[in-house]
Nanobody, 111 residues
Framework: QVQLVESGGGLVQAGESLRLSCAAT????????MSWYRQAPGKQRELVAS??????RYAEFVEGRFIISRDNAKKMVYLQMNSLKPEDTAVYYC??????WGQGTQVTVSL
């Protein structure tokens, strides 16, 4: 059974950076996509970035600011978030194959 645990969230000021981590347990196959989603209060959950066999892909609103990476040997996925904006405030979730979800980590960006 796959379990995902996110960490690295916190409170930062606009323009600062954060690095989120997602630790996976269970059977993780490297050819399946791992993703980061986020959900802001009152809004639907949205895809932020994903990484699979075709490499990384990003939502337009984070392109050029966020970088997703994975270490298959360590069963880890990362999201480097730079130049953070207040509108990036949300709970960020790690996802494996679109089926397995973590509990989320809060990111809050203040002015």
């Amino acid at each position: 059974q796959v379990q995902l645990v996110e960490s690295g969230g916190g409170l930062v000021q606009a323009g600062e950076s954060l690095r989120l981590s997602c630790a996976a347990t269970g059977t993780i196959l490297s050819h399946y996509t791992m993703s980061w989603y986020r959900q802001a209060p009152g809004k639907q959950r949205e895809l932020v970035a994903s990484i699979g066999l075709r490499g990384p892909r990003y939502a337009e609103f984070v392109e050029g600011r966020f970088i997703i990476s994975r270490d298959n040997a360590k069963k880890m996925v990362y999201l480097q978030m730079n130049s953070l904006k207040p509108e990036d405030t949300a709970v960020y979730y790690c996802c494996y194959r679109g089926l397995n979800w973590g509990q989320g980590t809060q990111v809050t960006v203040s002015l």
